[in-house]
Nanobody, 117 residues
Framework: QVQLQESGPGLVKPSQTLSLTCTVSGGSITTKYYYWSWIRQPPGKGLEWMGAIYYSGSTYYSPSLKSRTSISRDTSKNQFTLQLSSVTPEDTAVYYC?????????WGQGTQVTVSS
């Protein structure tokens, strides 16, 4: 069974870059046709897809976040990483990593990130 685990700082200052890592076990991030996403949920709002990295290494981003978002991977560690630059308090959210496998996909447990000085 695939398991995903987010890690990273819970507090980021405005204008800085948020960086989170998702560590994957039970499956390889290079397995064909899989794509690995970052999704966030601000307080009181719905889920927002931010972007994804495909098994090939190709990346795709939400148009609204594309200018500030970068997703990369370390295949040797079976991890993929989110970087979100120039953060503001509006980027405060629970951040999830996700892979659409099986009936409902697999989610990390989520990590709270607060943007505040």
């Amino acid at each position: 069974q695939v398991q995903l685990q987010e890690s990273g700082p819970g507090l980021v200052k405005p204008s800085q870059t948020l960086s989170l890592t998702c560590t994957v076990s039970g499956g390889s991030i290079t397995t064909k046709y899989y794509y690995w996403s970052w999704i966030r949920q601000p307080p009181g709002k719905g889920l927002e897809w931010m972007g994804a990295i495909y098994y090939s290494g190709s990346t795709y981003y939400s148009p609204s976040l594309k200018s500030r978002t970068s997703i990369s991977r370390d295949t040797s560690k079976n991890q993929f990483t989110l970087q979100l630059s120039s953060v503001t308090p509006e980027d405060t959210a629970v951040y999830y990593c996700y892979v659409p496998l099986g009936d409902s996909g697999y989610w990390g447990q989520g990590t709270q990130v607060t943007v505040s000085s």
